[in-house]
């Protein structure tokens, strides 16, 4: 009986020893976030890299001769159009009024008399008096006096001229620049004798260069009907400042360079912008946004939802209560959001929060199902 006994035991061991073999437990769902992908028509805005410039450079120069007597603006302030900037010395340009003023006064004294004589010879000939020279004679001193009186007029204007000229006003409302000359300074009229720079900034030019790939990229996706330019080309332009803030106002562009830089490979586009609040300055750089095309059919997913991986980039799509990878070609960026171009379609549900705590095939609970809609820039 003892063999019996001990083949019971043994068999009661391995019975107990299969019974306490622990099971496998099945991971609960992981909870994410996730959106519904629709197509969509949204606004096909490109961003560039903007630099400011004037809109109006004004190089201020003397048109007359004569020492600086005063500097009558605040060197880097805005001046405004007709604001007096320089004063050369006045006296000498004063007197020369007064001399020329003095000149026309004879000449029209010596017209007044030539055509006294001419009045008392018409009569005296008529009666023979006088002979046909002296009454030639008198006519041609009273038009010999009309034309010194016309000379004296011309003179006293340009008199006139010159000593406004002494006085140098802001043609433009600009920033002013720093005097070239301090008061005492000789100045004469001339290419090299600049006496300050003004800078026209509102309106500003933002100018930004287009690259030939993305040139060729917009003619391919307009052949494709992906994206509409704006009727008769009229794109809108926002300028952003380097802390997020836009600019008030719309600007637009007014050229386009008709050939392309060979160094860079890129064509040079100028926008013109309202800057009354002095927000750009010359030689800022802004970022540039070009609106007004329109993209239609477009697949968007916030930009939380793209992972990269070994195999290039994806997104997990939640099918049957699992999260499945999915690869996908994206392409330009709206706002916080990325353009799909291949790998989605209308009605896929994509996971946009939890992507770092799920893998392919991973059991997933939807606990919420956000809006797929861009955020707006704050204003």
Same mark, same amino acid.
């Given at each position: ?15 107990? #020893? ?8 099945? *991971? ?26 004037? =809109? ?14 005063? $500097?009558?603006?605040?060197?880097? =302030? ?16 004063? /007197? ?13 004294? *010596? ?10 010879? %018409? ?5 023979? /008096? ?7 004679? !008198? ?5 010999? /006096? ?14 006139? @001229? ?12 600009? @920033?002013?620049?720093? /005097?070239?000359?301090? +008061? ?6 001339? =290419? ?13 030019? %933002?100018?930004?260069? *287009? =690259? ?9 996706? %307009?052949?494709?009907?992906? *994206? ?42 100028? #926008? ?25 059919? !477009?697949?968007?997913?916030?930009? &939380? ?14 099918? +049957? ?7 996908? &070609? ?9 353009? $799909? ?9 994509? %996971?946009? +929060?939890?992507?770092?705590? $799920? ?5 997933? &609970? ?14």
């Amino acid at each position: 009986m003892r063999p019996f006994l001990l083949w019971t035991l043994s068999a009661f061991c391995l019975v107990g #020893a299969s019974c306490s073999k622990p099971v496998k437990k099945e *991971i609960p769902p992981i909870p994410i976030s996730a959106v519904r992908v629709e197509a969509q028509t949204i606004p096909a805005d490109f961003e560039y890299i903007g630099v400011g410039e004037s =809109s109006h450079i004004v190089q201020l120069r003397a048109r007359v001769e004569g020492y600086l007597e005063s $500097i009558n603006y605040k060197e880097g =302030s805005m001046v405004k159009q007709g604001d007096l900037m320089f004063v050369l010395d006045r006296r000498p340009f004063i /007197a020369d009024v007064d001399s020329t003023t003095g000149a026309l006064d004879r000449q029209k004294a *010596i017209l007044w008399n030539a055509e006294q004589t001419k009045n008392r010879m %018409v009569p005296l000939y008529q009666q023979n /008096a006088v002979s046909q020279k002296d009454l030639d004679n !008198a006519l041609a001193s009273e038009l010999a /006096a009309k034309a010194n009186v016309q000379t004296a007029e011309a003179d006293l204007y340009k008199a006139q @001229l010159n000593l406004g000229f002494a006085s140098i006003a802001s043609p433009v409302t600009a @920033l002013s620049s720093q /005097a070239k000359y301090r +008061e005492g300074a000789l100045i004469s009229p001339g =290419s090299e004798n600049l006496l300050t720079t003004l800078y026209v900034v509102d309106p500003i030019w %933002v100018n930004f260069s *287009i =690259s030939e790939r993305d040139i060729l990229k917009m003619k391919r996706d %307009v052949h494709q009907k992906k *994206i509409t330019w704006p009727k008769g080309m009229n794109f809108q332009i926002e300028a952003i400042l380097a802390d997020g803030s836009i600019v008030p106002g719309v600007g637009y562009i007014d050229f386009t360079n008709p050939a392309l830089q060979q160094s860079t490979g890129t064509m040079l586009i100028r #926008a013109i912008l309202p800057n009354p609040n002095l927000l750009i300055y010359p030689g800022q750089f802004v970022r540039v946004i070009v609106k007004g095309a329109i993209r239609s059919n !477009a697949i968007l997913v916030p930009q &939380t939802a793209v992972m990269q991986g070994q195999n290039g980039i994806f997104v997990y799509v939640v099918q +049957e209560g699992k999260a499945v990878l999915r690869p996908v &070609t994206p392409g330009d960026w709206y706002q916080n959001y990325w353009i $799909i171009d291949e790998g989605l379609t209308s009605g896929d549900v994509v %996971v946009v +929060e939890g992507v770092n705590k $799920i893998q392919n095939q991973t059991p997933v &609970t939807i606990q919420q199902l956000v809006p797929n809609t861009p955020q707006q820039r704050k204003q």
